[in-house]
C-alpha cells in the first residue's frame, strides 16, 4: 500500500521498553495504597526513558483502555487530567514518537497486536516497568516468557498497593523466567542491547 | 477501575457490523482497478450503516495501519485527506459512536483485539463489508467462520480489483462458510437480531 | 465429516477439573524438594477426580510435551515408568474416557487447542490441579482468568518446590484472580455445578 | 526437565512438508467428487515427501480431530481403517519420525501448536499439501502467509470436490499470498532450502 504511510522505526537495538498501565486514573478502590509508591516509581521510569531514547530504543506504551473501546491515546490522556492519576500521567507523558498499544485485559500480549509490533521491530528482549507489578506487569512478563523473549524487570521501576507483594512478583520473574531485576541505574543499556543483537546473529547461524 | 471510564455499548443485539480497510488512500499499485467500484459499494455500505444505526447494531471499522504503527483513527484518516482514496473516506467517515480496531495484517482477528470486543458486545452475528472482498474480507471471514460466527458479507458491500474475483470470494463464503451473500436492500436487519438473540437463549438450554 | 468418528461428551455441567503436568519423571535438577509435597497431593487430585466423575464433570489432562514433539499421551507415560515420577503418574493414570492437551510451554492456554476443547464443552468454570503450583498452575490461572473463567485452586491439589511459593501463588490466585483456593474436601461439586449452569442461563438474558 | 525426553529434530533447513488432512474417513457426503482426484495427489505426495526426507526436511501430519477430543493419532488412524478414506492413508501412512498436529478446525494454526511447532524446528519457508484444497489447505496458508512464511502450494499435491474450486484456490494463493504453485516434479527442493536458509542469516544482519 502507500508507501508514505510508512514511518520511520528504530530496529537496531532487538530491545523495547514497555511502560505498563500508567495512563491511569488511580481511582479505583486501593489506588492509595498505590500511590504511595507511584512517584519514585515515575521518576525511575522516566530517567530510563531518557536513556532508551538515547540509545534509540524503542518505547511503548501498554495501557489499559479501562472498557473505553472507542478511544484512543489522547482521549484516556484526557480523562485522567482530573483525576488522582494527574502527577503520574504527567511525569510520564507520551511522546510523538512512542508507540502505543491499547489492551483490553491483564496481559500486554492479550488480544493486541503488540506481538506483531514487536516482531515488526525486531525485538528479542523486553524491558518491562509500570502498574500493577504483581498484576499487568506479572501476567505480561508470563506472556514474554512464553514467547522467548529476554526479560528484564527494574525493581524500582514497578510498583504494586502492597511493597510485599511487588517484591514477590519481583522474585517470581526472577526466579521462574530468568528474569534481570536489578534497579534502573545499574541496567546497562549498551550491554544489554549488544547482547540483543549477539543472539539474534547467533540465531542465524545455528540451523 | 474508574467507573465513569466506562462508555455505554448497544449490546442487545448480538449482531456487528464491520466496515473493513475503507480508510484507505488507494494509492497503491492497482488501485485504478478497485476504484470501478468503490462509489456504489461506498454507498450501500453507508445506507446498511444507517439502517444499523437505527437498530442498535454496533459499526466496527476494522482497519489496517499500513505500518503507521504510532497512528489513531485521526491520524489515519488525516493521511487520506490528499489522496485517491478521498472519496471513499468521506463516504464512510467513523461516527463518534463507531468502534474502531486496527490491524496489522488481512485478517480483522490477527493480532487485534476484535475477539475481545466483540465478546464485550456479545456478538454472535457478523456482517462483513469492504475492500478487498477476495483479501481482507475474505481473511476476516475465514477467522470468523472459525470462531463459529454467523456471517452475512452483502454482495454490493464488498468490492475487489476483478469483479470475477469478488465473486468467486463471496461462493467461497457462502459454500465453505455457510454466509449469506444477499444484496444490502435483501437484508432485513430484525430478523437477524431476532436469530441472533434466539440463538443465545438456545444456547444457555443446551446444556 | 463421518458422524461415527464423534464421540458422546459430558456437556451438561459448564465445569471442567484441569490435572497438570503429572505426566513427569520428576528428574530435574530440583524435583527432590518437589516430591516431599507430591504424594498427599495426588491423593487429594485422585479423591477429587473420582468425584468429579461421579457428577460427570469432565476430566482434562494438561500436560508439557518435554520436547517429545511426535509423541502420544501412551508414548509420555511409557517414559515414565523408569523415573522418579512413576508413582506420581500411577497414582493418577488417566482413563480412556479423560481428555488430554499437550502444552509446549507453560499455561495450558499457549498454543494448545484447550480454548477449543472447553469451548465444544460448554465450560465456564474450571478446577485446577497439579504441579507446579507456582508455574504452570499459576501461568494457566492466570490464562483463565483473563478469558473470564470462574476458577477453583484446590489448596492442597497442587505442589511447588517450596511451600512457601505455592501458598504466595494461592494467594495471588485468590487475591488477584478472584479464585476460590478451599481445600479439596470442601469443595461441593453440586453447589459449583449449580452455580456454572445459573451463570449461563442468566448470560443468554443479559442482552 | 529430563533431557533424555527430548527428541533429536532435523532443524537445519528452515523448511517443513505439512500434509494436511490426509487421515480422513472421506465419507462425508460429496466424498465421492474428493475421490476423483486423492490418488493421484496421493502419489505425487508421498513422492514429495521421500525427496523432503532425503533432504531432512520435517514432516508434519496437519490433521483434524473430526470431534475425537480424545484420540491419538493411533486411533484416528485405526478408524478409517474400514472406510472409504483407506486407500489414501495407507498410501500416505504416517512414519516414526514425522510429526503430527491435530486441529480442532480448518486452519492448522487455529487452536494448535503448529506455531510453537515451526519456531522450535526454526522453519520460514512451508510446503502446503492435501486436502481440500480450496478449505483447510487454503485456510492454513491464510494464516501461513500472515505470519510471514514462504509458501509453496504444488498445484497437484492438494485436491478439491470440484477442479474448478481447486484451481481457484490455487491462483488465489499465488496472487493474494505469493504462493509458488508450481507441480511438485518443479519443485527444486535444495533451491528452496537455500533460499530458506539464506533468509534466516539475511535477516540477522538487518538491524
Keep these: 500500500m502507500g508507501n ?9 537495538t532487538s530491545v523495547a521498553l514497555l511502560i505498563i498501565d500508567v495512563i491511569n486514573k488511580l481511582d479505583f478502590p486501593e489506588a492509595d495504597l498505590l500511590k ?20 534509540h530504543i524503542p518505547v511503548i506504551y501498554v495501557n489499559d483502555n479501562y ?6 491515546l489522547n482521549q484516556l490522556i484526557e480523562k485522567t487530567k482530573e483525576s488522582p492519576g494527574k502527577d503520574l500521567v504527567e511525569a510520564l507523558m507520551p511522546q510523538e514518537d512512542d508507540y502505543f498499544v ?12 503488540l506481538a506483531s509490533l514487536l516482531k515488526y521491530l525486531e525485538v528479542n528482549t523486553l524491558i518491562l516497568t509500570g502498574v500493577a507489578g504483581n498484576i499487568c506487569v506479572l501476567f505480561t512478563a508470563n506472556d514474554a516468557y512464553m514467547r522467548d523473549y529476554n526479560i ?8 504494586s498497593n502492597e511493597q510485599e507483594d511487588n517484591e514477590y512478583a519481583l522474585r517470581l520473574m526472577e526466579n521462574i523466567m530468568e528474569a534481570n531485576t536489578e534497579e534502573e541505574s545499574k ?21
Design 4 to 12: 508514505d504511510f510508512i514511518e520511520r522505526a528504530d530496529k537496531g
Design 36 to 55: 504511595r509508591y507511584t512517584q519514585p516509581m515515575a521518576e525511575n521510569i522516566a530517567s530510563l526513558k531518557k536513556r532508551a531514547k538515547e540509545h
Design 67 to 72: 472498557g473505553m473501546w472507542r478511544s484512543d
Design 102 to 113: 491499547v489492551k483490553p485485559k491483564h496481559s500486554g500480549f492479550f488480544s493486541t497486536p
Design 152 to 159: 528484564y524487570v527494574p525493581s524500582d521501576c514497578s510498583a
Design 187 to 207: 541496567l546497562d543499556l549498551v550491554e544489554i542491547i549488544n547482547n540483543a543483537v549477539k543472539e539474534r546473529v547467533k540465531t542465524a547461524y545455528e540451523g
